[in-house]
Every structure is written in structure tokens, then in C-alpha cells.
């Protein structure tokens, strides 16, 4: 690239990770007032990438183009530049970053770069989420495809669109671009443990749907051996084991069918990468119920790239692990036997955000066959940047989230009790900074972001009209100090993972 062209992108304020050349183009972005601003240069108007759009000026002898950063133009700039594009992940280990902000990729492609070996998922978020949030997946992948830009993220990155309940959730995820479907059947099974009285699971067999399945009872009970041996020793699969497995997940398994095969015939086979995900189920996925799901998506022609079971323990949002380690390590270990053994998928932990003290466990567990999903811990960060900057606002948010509390966790594995946590009046800076370092407040924040961003109120009380505005322009204000923190407290998710991917790599070489 020739150094004037440089500089004329460098003059209009381009970041200069950012600038990259398209045809005879070249085009980067800049932080503008309150957001990015996708800039281009060329000769000639007609050799700008096409369908970018704004406001052209003549410059060093050619025009500059400064433009929003909107839809039209993150779709112009995915089409110059292939890289900004989603694209698939496939069984490399991987790590799903949410962004209920829009403004964090920066921050995360610091700490993907500095924990080599995960293919980042820079796009993620959940059909719950964009609800809440007021957004789109459209939405979602632009904010993506700006930050990866910006920061210059060249090798490429998923977009998930999780937790995928309806055939339209997934439509809105096939339009914005995404490459990752997560389908959570979760609506389709039954409050039942897979140790359930006899009577209930009795009940919940009678009345399953054989012709979705396409099966029929007796080839249901002559499907299954009696063990399978895993690499990691043998699994027994006890008759009433199996039963108890499709009395629950047998309507799952056929919701789950429509929602993969309605992805082939839209987007093609090999053209997605698709995730089954039951880890919001009241009660523990057992291995035998591992066994069942697999056995019969793959009956009935279903391919799949990670599988979300629930796990013994809990997985709260925004807070460590609750539960013996050992145990967990343990569960992990035996879903990713099956996994290996019944087709080589990665497992996938959701709920993934600040789970410190297991991953090293997971990793281990999974031998980096593994995703990892965070999502509102960027919001967390981002709130405490709020709180280091601009307690004012904090102080503003956490009577919000008081107010929402009991609203907000209603779909939410969070344990916090308001009676435990100070109350809205009178904190100091030092006060609001702490909220962040506690569980119970952390989680009280975690899950009240809709009516902090969104103004999604529930409670009767007047909204705080604003907020959610303020917040994004005070984040866009700090937005360095906020990169700089994501990216250190992301990189402490990534580094076991990376760790052992570079152990694997170096493995192989030897
Ligand atoms: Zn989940």
C-alpha cells in the first residue's frame, strides 16, 4: 500500500490496525462521536467499495468517504474485506464472546490475541438477549464486523445465534449473516429428572410422538446395546435408563430435527455450523440422557458441532462455579467421552463467565474439544468501568436493576436475594465499585441489563428514560480503559484454554 494512501485515512482519523485495502480502495474506521465511522479512499467515486455510503469530500486527489456505521455499510464493508464476514468454526476449540453493548470487540480481539489457538465468536448472542436488548442479529454481527475492523482482526470469526427456541428465531439468524445455530429445545421437555418416580416417566413415555420421531417402540427397544464402551472405560446403558432419557427428551429430539432440518433446506448442508443445547434444563443431563439425544439426532440425519449439556453443580451467571470441582471435572470428562465416541463434537459450556476456578478442569477434561460461551461478563466489566468513571450512573443503574430484580432472574439461574444487597440510596464511589466484586450483586446486574439498556421495565415505576443511552455514550467515553479491562479479564477465560491448545500443537509437532 503506498504510504500517501496511508495517510490520507491516518489524517481523516482512521485506527490504523484498521486500514486495509479493497480493490483500489482503501478503507478503515474511525471512532467518531459516539460510535464508529467507516472511512474509505479512492481515485475515482466508482472505485469505492460498492454500496458503502456517506459523506464524500475530494482529498489528496481522490475522494474520502466517511459514512455511519449502519447495516448498509457493514454489509458493504463484509463484502470488501472477506475476513470481516462470519464464517464457520467447525471442531476447533473456540470461545463465544456476547456483546450486549455492541462496543466491546475491541477488547475481546486483545484478548483472543494475546491467548492464541480459539477461534473467537465475536457475534453471540441469545434470542433472550436481543429481546431484552431491543437488538437484532443483524445488530449483533455489525457491531462485530465494525470492532473486528477496527482492531484489525484479520483471521476471521463465528456468529452464534443462541438459544434458538422457534423456526423464526432461527430465520432472523440466517438474515443477519450468522454462522452458528444454537437450538435450546428447552420448552419442549418436561420438569422431570432422569430419576423421576416411575408413574411420571411412565406417563411421559405414553405420550411420545413416534411418528416425529419416525420410529416406532420396538425398534426404539432394540436400538440400544447394553453398554458402550467409551476411551475412557465402559458406559452402562440400563433399559430404564434410556427409557427415562426419550420419556423426556423424545419431543425435544423431534423440535430439535425441524429446526436442523429447516437450516439444510435454507442454507445448505456444510453451509452452517449447528450446537444442541439443553444446559437451561432444570435437572442434570446424564450421560444415558447424552447417549439418547445423540443416538437419535444422528438417526435422523441430524450433524451437529457441540453439545450443551447441564452439568452436575451450578453454573450462575457472572460468578464462579458452585459445586465440588472434582465432580465437575469428572460429569465433563464423561459428556466428552461421548462426544468423542459418537462423533467427535466439542462440548459446549455455556453460562461460561467467570467460572475461574473450573476451567483448567473443563480443558483437561474436554482435551480442547471444548466451547466456551460468556456473554454478560463484558456487560460487567463495562459496568465497572461505569462505576470507576462515572459513579453518578452507576448509581442510576443499580436502583434500575434493584427495581428489575425480581422480574429480570424469572429465566435466569441466579441465586441472589435482595435482602442481602445495599440498597439504592446514599453509596458511595467506593460502594458502587463493590457491587462488582460480590456475588450477589454481580448477579442482580447480570441479568437486569434489558431494563438498564433497553428500558425494559416490568415493575409499574417510571423508567429511567435514558439510561440505556447515557450508559452507551459514558462506555464510548471510557472506551479504552473499558477495552484494556475486557481484554485482561477475558484473557483470564482464555489462557487455559490456550494453553492447552498450544500444548496439543506442540504435541504434534514433536
Ligand atoms: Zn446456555
Do not use: T
Given at each position: 500500500m503506498h504510504t500517501e494512501v496511508l495517510e490520507v485515512l491516518e489524517a481523516a482519523g482512521a485506527v490504523e490496525a484498521s486500514i486495509s485495502e479493497a480493490g483500489e480502495a482503501v478503507v478503515g474506521i474511525r471512532p467518531g462521536a459516539a460510535g464508529w465511522e467507516p472511512v474509505a479512499w479512492a481515485r475515482?467515486?466508482?472505485?469505492?467499495?460498492?454500496?458503502?455510503e456517506g459523506e464524500a469530500t475530494e482529498s489528496a486527489g481522490g475522494v474520502l468517504l466517511v459514512g455511519p456505521a449502519d447495516a448498509r455499510n457493514a454489509a458493504a464493508l463484509r463484502r470488501a474485506l472477506p475476513w470481516l464476514a462470519p464464517r464457520l468454526v467447525g471442531s476447533a476449540a473456540s470461545v463465544g464472546t456476547g456483546d450486549?453493548?455492541?462496543?466491546a470487540t475491541p477488547g475481546h480481539v486483545t484478548a483472543f490475541r494475546a491467548n492464541p489457538g480459539l477461534v473467537p465468536v465475536l457475534a453471540q448472542q441469545s434470542a433472550r438477549e436481543l429481546s431484552r436488548t431491543g437488538r437484532t442479529f443483524g445488530d449483533v454481527v455489525d457491531a462485530a464486523t465494525f470492532g473486528a475492523l477496527a482492531a484489525g482482526w484479520r483471521d476471521g470469526f463465528g456468529a452464534d445465534a443462541d438459544h434458538l427456541k422457534t423456526i423464526a428465531d432461527i430465520d432472523g439468524g440466517i438474515a443477519a449473516g450468522c454462522t452458528m445455530f444454537t437450538a435450546d429445545p428447552i420448552e419442549l421437555v418436561?420438569?422431570?429428572?432422569?430419576?423421576?418416580?416411575v408413574a411420571a416417566i411412565d406417563e411421559a413415555f405414553g405420550v411420545i410422538p413416534w411418528s416425529g420421531l419416525e420410529d416406532d417402540h420396538a425398534a426404539f427397544a432394540a436400538r440400544y446395546p447394553a453398554r458402550l464402551d467409551l476411551d475412557t472405560g465402559p458406559l452402562e446403558l440400563p433399559a430404564a435408563a434410556i427409557r427415562a432419557a426419550a420419556a423426556r427428551f423424545a419431543p425435544a429430539v423431534v423440535h430439535v430435527v425441524a429446526m436442523y432440518r429447516h437450516l439444510l433446506g435454507t442454507v445448505g448442508r456444510g453451509g452452517f455450523d449447528f450446537e444442541v443445547a439443553v444446559d437451561e434444563i432444570l435437572h442434570r443431563t446424564t450421560p444415558v440422557d447424552h447417549v439418547y439425544l445423540a443416538t437419535e439426532l444422528r438417526r435422523l440425519g441430524v450433524d451437529w458441532i457441540g453439545f450443551a449439556p447441564r452439568f452436575v453443580g451450578r453454573f450462575e451467571k457472572g460468578i464462579d462455579f458452585l459445586g465440588d470441582s472434582a465432580e465437575l471435572a469428572a460429569d465433563v470428562g464423561v459428556h466428552a467421552a461421548i462426544a468423542r465416541a459418537m462423533g467427535g463434537y466439542k462440548i459446549s459450556v455455556h453460562s461460561?463467565?467467570?467460572k475461574f476456578s473450573v476451567y483448567d478442569g473443563i480443558a483437561r477434561a474436554t482435551r480442547g474439544a471444548v466451547h466456551l460461551k460468556t456473554s454478560g461478563t463484558s456487560y460487567l466489566v463495562a459496568l465497572g468501568t461505569i462505576a470507576a468513571t462515572e459513579p453518578a450512573l452507576m448509581a442510576r443503574i443499580w436502583r434500575v436493576a434493584l427495581r428489575e430484580y425480581s422480574t429480570a432472574r424469572a429465566s435466569y439461574h441466579v441465586s441472589a436475594v435482595l435482602s442481602e444487597v445495599p440498597g439504592?440510596?446514599?453509596?458511595t464511589p467506593a460502594d458502587l465499585a463493590a457491587l462488582l466484586t460480590r456475588s450477589n450483586t454481580r448477579e442482580i446486574l447480570h441479568v437486569t441489563y434489558g431494563a438498564v439498556l433497553h428500558g425494559e421495565t416490568h415493575a409499574g415505576a417510571a423508567a429511567d428514560a435514558g439510561l440505556g443511552a447515557d450508559f452507551r455514550t459514558a462506555i464510548w467515553r471510557h472506551r479504552d480503559r473499558y477495552w484494556t479491562e475486557l481484554a485482561g479479564h477475558i484473557g483470564r477465560h482464555l489462557d487455559p484454554f490456550s494453553r492447552l491448545a498450544a500444548g496439543a500443537a506442540e504435541e504434534a509437532n514433536s
Open positions: 475515482r467515486p466508482d472505485l469505492l467499495p460498492a454500496g458503502l450486549r453493548l455492541g462496543i418436561p420438569n422431570l429428572a432422569a430419576d423421576a418416580p461460561g463467565s467467570d439504592a440510596d446514599g453509596l
